[in-house]
Protein backbone atom coordinates (compact mmCIF):
# COMPACT_ATOMS: atom_id res chain seq x y z
CA UNK A 1 0.00 0.00 0.00
CA UNK A 2 0.97 3.88 -1.03
CA UNK A 3 0.49 6.27 1.43
CA UNK A 4 -0.01 10.00 0.72
CA UNK A 5 1.67 12.53 2.63
CA UNK A 6 2.56 16.20 2.44
CA UNK A 7 6.21 15.56 3.49
CA UNK A 8 8.13 12.91 4.30
CA UNK A 9 11.44 12.93 6.99
CA UNK A 10 13.98 10.51 6.42
CA UNK A 11 15.95 9.76 9.88
CA UNK A 12 14.95 10.11 12.97
CA UNK A 13 17.82 11.61 14.88
CA UNK A 14 18.67 14.90 16.08
CA UNK A 15 18.01 16.88 12.81
CA UNK A 16 14.76 14.56 12.36
CA UNK A 17 13.40 15.68 15.05
CA UNK A 18 14.15 19.55 15.06
CA UNK A 19 12.20 19.05 11.41
CA UNK A 20 9.57 17.35 13.02
CA UNK A 21 9.11 20.21 15.71
CA UNK A 22 8.92 22.70 12.83
CA UNK A 23 6.97 20.67 10.53
CA UNK A 24 4.23 20.22 13.07
CA UNK A 25 4.34 24.27 14.07
CA UNK A 26 3.41 24.77 10.22
CA UNK A 27 0.31 22.37 10.54
CA UNK A 28 1.63 20.09 7.57
CA UNK A 29 1.02 16.21 7.25
CA UNK A 30 4.28 14.29 7.46
CA UNK A 31 5.74 11.36 8.67
CA UNK A 32 9.48 10.45 9.97
CA UNK A 33 10.96 7.44 9.11
CA UNK A 34 13.47 5.77 11.13
CA UNK A 35 16.17 3.30 9.99
CA UNK A 36 16.84 2.52 13.69
CA UNK A 37 13.87 0.71 16.41
CA UNK A 38 14.38 2.67 19.53
CA UNK A 39 14.58 6.65 19.86
CA UNK A 40 18.25 8.69 20.46
CA UNK A 41 19.98 8.62 16.57
CA UNK A 42 23.28 7.88 16.68
CA UNK A 43 23.79 8.57 20.25
CA UNK A 44 22.43 5.30 21.55
CA UNK A 45 25.75 3.50 19.90
CA UNK A 46 28.16 6.15 21.05
CA UNK A 47 30.95 5.04 23.35
CA UNK A 48 30.49 5.01 26.82
CA UNK A 49 32.39 8.15 28.02
CA UNK A 50 31.03 10.64 25.62
CA UNK A 51 30.30 13.82 26.89
CA UNK A 52 28.74 17.17 25.09
CA UNK A 53 30.92 19.98 24.06
CA UNK A 54 28.65 22.23 25.51
CA UNK A 55 26.14 22.56 28.74
CA UNK A 56 22.97 21.11 28.73
CA UNK A 57 21.67 25.09 27.96
CA UNK A 58 23.59 24.74 25.28
CA UNK A 59 23.10 21.57 23.49
CA UNK A 60 18.98 21.42 23.14
CA UNK A 61 16.54 21.57 20.09
CA UNK A 62 13.82 24.09 19.11
CA UNK A 63 10.94 24.55 21.99
CA UNK A 64 12.18 22.23 24.49
CA UNK A 65 15.53 22.95 26.64
CA UNK A 66 17.86 19.99 27.45
CA UNK A 67 17.48 19.18 31.16
CA UNK A 68 20.65 19.84 33.40
CA UNK A 69 22.09 16.37 34.44
CA UNK A 70 23.08 16.20 37.99
CA UNK A 71 26.64 16.06 38.69
CA UNK A 72 27.98 16.93 35.52
CA UNK A 73 28.51 19.96 33.66
CA UNK A 74 28.82 18.72 29.89
CA UNK A 75 25.83 16.25 29.32
CA UNK A 76 26.65 12.36 28.75
CA UNK A 77 25.68 10.05 25.42
CA UNK A 78 22.66 8.51 27.66
CA UNK A 79 21.15 11.91 29.07
CA UNK A 80 20.90 12.87 25.04
CA UNK A 81 19.28 9.66 24.21
CA UNK A 82 16.88 10.49 27.09
CA UNK A 83 16.16 13.73 25.55
CA UNK A 84 15.50 13.11 22.65
CA UNK A 85 13.29 10.21 23.54
CA UNK A 86 11.30 12.88 25.87
CA UNK A 87 11.69 15.37 22.88
CA UNK A 88 9.33 13.06 20.24
CA UNK A 89 7.08 11.96 22.91
CA UNK A 90 6.65 15.59 23.84
CA UNK A 91 5.51 16.77 20.58
CA UNK A 92 3.90 13.77 19.54
CA UNK A 93 5.87 13.25 16.34
CA UNK A 94 4.66 10.56 13.88
CA UNK A 95 7.71 8.43 14.08
CA UNK A 96 7.78 4.80 12.17
CA UNK A 97 10.91 2.96 13.45
CA UNK A 98 12.88 0.11 11.37
CA UNK A 99 11.75 1.84 8.61
CA UNK A 100 15.05 2.24 6.44
CA UNK A 101 14.45 3.75 2.86
CA UNK A 102 15.91 2.35 -0.02
CA UNK A 103 15.08 4.80 -2.38
CA UNK A 104 14.03 8.17 -3.49
CA UNK A 105 12.08 8.32 -6.65
CA UNK A 106 10.27 11.05 -9.06
CA UNK A 107 6.75 10.03 -9.44
CA UNK A 108 5.12 13.32 -11.23
CA UNK A 109 4.81 15.66 -8.62
CA UNK A 110 5.41 13.73 -6.23
CA UNK A 111 8.33 12.36 -4.78
CA UNK A 112 7.80 8.42 -3.80
CA UNK A 113 9.90 7.19 -0.49
CA UNK A 114 10.28 3.66 -0.70
CA UNK A 115 11.31 1.90 2.97
CA UNK A 116 11.14 -1.39 4.80
CA UNK A 117 7.36 -0.54 6.53
CA UNK A 118 5.90 0.82 3.10
CA UNK A 119 5.62 2.80 0.60
CA UNK A 120 5.09 7.08 0.79
CA UNK A 121 4.49 9.18 -1.63
CA UNK A 122 5.15 13.43 -0.75
CA UNK A 123 5.08 16.93 -1.91
CA UNK A 124 8.25 17.26 -0.91
CA UNK A 125 11.53 15.37 1.33
CA UNK A 126 13.92 16.22 3.94
CA UNK A 127 16.95 14.04 4.39
CA UNK A 128 18.10 14.12 7.60
CA UNK A 129 20.47 10.88 7.90
CA UNK A 130 23.13 11.98 8.80
CA UNK A 131 26.73 10.54 8.82
CA UNK A 132 26.99 7.92 11.42
CA UNK A 133 25.99 4.63 9.11
CA UNK A 134 28.82 5.73 6.80
CA UNK A 135 31.84 5.70 8.53
CA UNK A 136 35.48 6.32 6.58
CA UNK A 137 38.27 4.28 6.23
CA UNK A 138 41.72 5.36 4.82
CA UNK A 139 43.27 3.16 2.33
CA UNK A 140 46.19 2.27 3.96
CA UNK A 141 48.83 -0.04 2.47
CA UNK A 142 48.43 -3.60 3.78
CA UNK A 143 45.54 -3.11 5.80
CA UNK A 144 44.11 -6.42 4.69
CA UNK A 145 47.19 -8.32 6.28
CA UNK A 146 46.84 -7.02 9.73
CA UNK A 147 45.92 -10.33 12.25
CA UNK A 148 44.74 -8.06 15.03
CA UNK A 149 41.33 -5.89 15.72
CA UNK A 150 40.20 -3.52 13.36
CA UNK A 151 37.21 -0.98 14.18
CA UNK A 152 35.98 2.31 13.64
CA UNK A 153 35.46 4.41 16.40
CA UNK A 154 31.54 3.51 15.56
CA UNK A 155 32.29 0.23 17.28
CA UNK A 156 33.56 1.36 20.06
CA UNK A 157 32.53 1.36 23.55
CA UNK A 158 35.19 1.17 26.47
CA UNK A 159 38.57 0.26 27.49
CA UNK A 160 37.38 -2.76 29.01
CA UNK A 161 37.12 -4.34 25.77
CA UNK A 162 41.17 -3.90 25.28
CA UNK A 163 42.93 -3.89 28.25
CA UNK A 164 44.29 -7.48 27.92
CA UNK A 165 43.48 -7.92 23.70
CA UNK A 166 46.10 -10.28 22.51
CA UNK A 167 48.19 -10.59 25.48
CA UNK A 168 48.86 -13.88 27.33
CA UNK A 169 49.75 -12.87 30.61
CA UNK A 170 47.72 -11.49 33.15
CA UNK A 171 47.40 -8.05 34.17
CA UNK A 172 49.59 -7.13 31.03
CA UNK A 173 47.91 -4.25 28.45
CA UNK A 174 47.21 -4.53 24.99
CA UNK A 175 49.04 -2.60 22.69
CA UNK A 176 46.01 -0.42 20.87
CA UNK A 177 47.14 1.96 17.65
CA UNK A 178 44.01 4.95 17.34
CA UNK A 179 44.25 6.91 14.47
CA UNK A 180 43.11 10.25 14.20
CA UNK A 181 43.82 13.84 15.30
CA UNK A 182 40.15 15.29 15.23
CA UNK A 183 38.15 15.25 18.64
CA UNK A 184 36.57 11.89 18.55
CA UNK A 185 40.41 10.51 17.99
CA UNK A 186 41.88 12.70 20.81
CA UNK A 187 38.53 11.39 23.26
CA UNK A 188 38.83 7.86 22.88
CA UNK A 189 42.92 7.59 23.12
CA UNK A 190 42.63 10.08 26.11
CA UNK A 191 39.86 6.73 27.50
CA UNK A 192 42.22 4.30 26.75
CA UNK A 193 45.70 5.84 27.60
CA UNK A 194 45.26 4.69 31.50
CA UNK A 195 44.37 1.07 30.77
CA UNK A 196 46.32 -0.25 27.59
CA UNK A 197 49.69 0.09 25.54
CA UNK A 198 48.47 3.39 24.01
CA UNK A 199 49.82 4.79 20.40
CA UNK A 200 48.28 7.88 19.17
CA UNK A 201 48.75 8.65 15.40
CA UNK A 202 47.68 11.58 13.52
CA UNK A 203 48.23 13.08 10.27
CA UNK A 204 49.74 16.46 11.07
CA UNK A 205 50.35 17.08 15.26
CA UNK A 206 47.01 17.94 17.06
CA UNK A 207 45.91 21.48 17.68
CA UNK A 208 44.03 21.86 20.80
CA UNK A 209 41.55 24.50 21.29
CA UNK A 210 42.11 26.95 24.40
CA UNK A 211 40.97 25.35 27.73
CA UNK A 212 38.11 27.44 27.91
CA UNK A 213 37.02 27.12 24.55
CA UNK A 214 33.37 24.94 24.15
CA UNK A 215 30.69 24.19 22.21
CA UNK A 216 29.31 27.28 23.07
CA UNK A 217 32.11 29.43 21.83
CA UNK A 218 32.14 26.68 18.95
CA UNK A 219 28.60 27.82 17.60
CA UNK A 220 29.23 31.41 18.18
CA UNK A 221 31.59 30.83 16.04
CA UNK A 222 29.91 28.78 13.33
CA UNK A 223 26.95 31.94 14.08
CA UNK A 224 29.30 34.65 12.49
CA UNK A 225 30.86 32.67 9.54
CA UNK A 226 27.11 32.65 8.39
CA UNK A 227 26.37 36.13 9.02
CA UNK A 228 29.42 36.66 7.25
CA UNK A 229 29.26 34.62 4.39
CA UNK A 230 25.60 35.80 4.06
CA UNK A 231 26.76 39.55 4.00
CA UNK A 232 29.46 38.68 1.80
CA UNK A 233 32.37 39.07 4.16
CA UNK A 234 35.38 36.93 3.84
CA UNK A 235 35.46 33.75 6.01
CA UNK A 236 38.10 33.87 8.84
CA UNK A 237 37.27 30.63 9.98
CA UNK A 238 36.29 31.96 13.69
CA UNK A 239 37.49 29.90 16.81
CA UNK A 240 38.03 26.65 14.48
CA UNK A 241 40.93 28.50 12.93
CA UNK A 242 42.75 28.16 16.45
CA UNK A 243 42.38 24.62 16.62
CA UNK A 244 40.97 21.70 16.29
CA UNK A 245 40.28 19.61 19.39
CA UNK A 246 38.04 20.85 21.86
CA UNK A 247 39.97 20.09 25.47
CA UNK A 248 36.78 18.50 27.40
CA UNK A 249 37.73 17.09 30.63
CA UNK A 250 39.06 14.05 30.17
CA UNK A 251 41.17 14.90 27.14
CA UNK A 252 42.66 18.26 29.06
CA UNK A 253 43.85 15.71 31.77
CA UNK A 254 45.58 12.89 29.56
CA UNK A 255 46.82 15.59 27.94
CA UNK A 256 48.00 17.62 30.85
CA UNK A 257 49.31 13.81 32.41
CA UNK A 258 51.43 13.41 29.50
CA UNK A 259 49.49 10.46 28.39
CA UNK A 260 48.91 11.82 24.77
CA UNK A 261 51.65 12.31 22.86
CA UNK A 262 50.71 11.95 19.12
CA UNK A 263 52.91 10.34 16.92
CA UNK A 264 53.29 10.73 13.04
CA UNK A 265 50.69 8.61 10.99
CA UNK A 266 52.13 5.22 9.97
CA UNK A 267 52.67 4.48 6.09
CA UNK A 268 51.89 0.66 6.03
CA UNK A 269 50.59 -1.80 8.09
CA UNK A 270 52.01 -5.96 8.43
CA UNK A 271 50.45 -8.86 10.20
CA UNK A 272 51.96 -8.23 13.70
CA UNK A 273 51.10 -4.07 13.62
CA UNK A 274 52.41 -0.61 11.76
CA UNK A 275 55.18 0.16 10.04
CA UNK A 276 56.26 4.08 9.88
CA UNK A 277 57.89 6.15 7.48
CA UNK A 278 61.72 5.98 8.79
CA UNK A 279 60.91 2.07 8.75
CA UNK A 280 60.57 1.55 12.60
CA UNK A 281 57.57 -0.74 13.66
CA UNK A 282 54.98 -0.68 16.58
CA UNK A 283 53.62 -4.18 17.22
CA UNK A 284 49.38 -3.47 17.96
CA UNK A 285 46.44 -5.22 19.11
CA UNK A 286 44.25 -3.51 17.91
CA UNK A 287 43.76 -0.61 15.49
CA UNK A 288 41.14 1.89 15.73
CA UNK A 289 40.45 4.35 13.11
CA UNK A 290 38.77 7.90 14.18
CA UNK A 291 38.58 8.98 10.54
CA UNK A 292 35.57 10.73 10.08
CA UNK A 293 32.21 9.76 8.53
CA UNK A 294 30.62 10.51 4.76
CA UNK A 295 27.01 11.42 4.47
CA UNK A 296 24.95 8.70 4.49
CA UNK A 297 22.81 9.22 0.99
CA UNK A 298 22.37 6.33 -0.81
CA UNK A 299 18.90 6.11 -0.70
CA UNK A 300 18.84 9.15 -2.77
CA UNK A 301 20.94 7.58 -5.66
CA UNK A 302 17.79 6.98 -7.47
CA UNK A 303 17.61 11.33 -8.41
CA UNK A 304 21.03 10.96 -9.66
CA UNK A 305 22.14 14.38 -7.80
CA UNK A 306 25.31 13.97 -7.20
CA UNK A 307 28.19 15.99 -9.03
CA UNK A 308 31.05 14.52 -10.16
CA UNK A 309 32.83 14.81 -6.91
CA UNK A 310 29.72 12.51 -5.36
CA UNK A 311 28.35 16.19 -3.74
CA UNK A 312 24.53 17.41 -4.07
CA UNK A 313 24.70 20.94 -4.85
CA UNK A 314 22.42 22.89 -2.54
CA UNK A 315 21.33 26.28 -2.09
CA UNK A 316 20.68 26.52 1.78
CA UNK A 317 19.41 22.99 2.10
CA UNK A 318 17.28 22.72 -0.50
CA UNK A 319 18.87 20.35 -3.50
CA UNK A 320 19.13 22.51 -6.57
CA UNK A 321 18.32 19.80 -9.61
CA UNK A 322 15.19 19.08 -7.37
CA UNK A 323 14.04 21.50 -5.33
CA UNK A 324 10.90 19.38 -3.95
CA UNK A 325 13.96 17.81 -1.47
CA UNK A 326 16.12 19.23 1.39
CA UNK A 327 19.07 17.86 3.16
CA UNK A 328 19.95 18.50 6.83
CA UNK A 329 22.02 17.96 9.45
CA UNK A 330 24.94 17.07 7.57
CA UNK A 331 27.32 19.72 8.22
CA UNK A 332 28.19 23.31 6.95
CA UNK A 333 27.07 22.10 3.57
CA UNK A 334 23.30 22.15 5.05
CA UNK A 335 23.93 25.02 7.59
CA UNK A 336 26.60 26.42 9.91
CA UNK A 337 26.74 23.59 12.65
CA UNK A 338 23.58 22.04 11.42
CA UNK A 339 25.54 18.47 12.49
CA UNK A 340 24.92 19.84 15.87
CA UNK A 341 22.09 19.82 18.76
CA UNK A 342 21.89 23.66 19.40
CA UNK A 343 22.50 24.46 15.60
CA UNK A 344 20.44 22.07 13.32
CA UNK A 345 17.32 24.13 14.56
CA UNK A 346 18.01 27.72 12.20
CA UNK A 347 18.58 25.48 8.91
CA UNK A 348 15.87 23.01 10.25
CA UNK A 349 13.10 26.04 10.32
CA UNK A 350 14.33 27.45 6.95
CA UNK A 351 13.60 24.10 5.55
CA UNK A 352 10.30 23.76 6.70
CA UNK A 353 9.40 27.54 5.62
CA UNK A 354 10.34 27.05 2.10
CA UNK A 355 8.34 23.77 1.99
CA UNK A 356 5.84 25.20 3.22
CA UNK A 357 5.67 27.85 0.40
CA UNK A 358 6.18 24.97 -1.94
CA UNK A 359 3.13 23.07 -0.66
CA UNK A 360 0.80 26.62 -0.74
CA UNK A 361 1.74 26.99 -4.28
CA UNK A 362 0.92 23.07 -5.36
Not at 28 to 43: H, K
Not at 237 to 247: M, N, P, R, S, T
Not at 264 to 271: A, D, L, T
Amino acid sequence: MTRRTDVVVIGGGQAGLAAGYHLRRRGLDFVVLDARSTPGGAWQHAWHSLHLFSPAAFSSLPGRPMPVQEGKAHPDARHVVEYLTAYEQRYELPIVRSALVRGVHRDGDFLRVESESGTWRARAVISATGTWGRPFLPAVPGRTEFAGRQLHAVEYRSPADFAGLGVPRAGSRGKVVVVGGGNSGAQIAADLAYDTDLTWVTQRPPRFLPDEIDGRALFDAATARRQALEAGRTDTGGVAALGDIVAVPPVREARDAGLLKASPMFVRMEREGVVRADGTRAEADAIIWCTGFRPALSHLGPLQLRGARGHIATEGTRAVDEPRLHLLGYGDWTGPASATLIGVGRPARDAVREIAELCARN
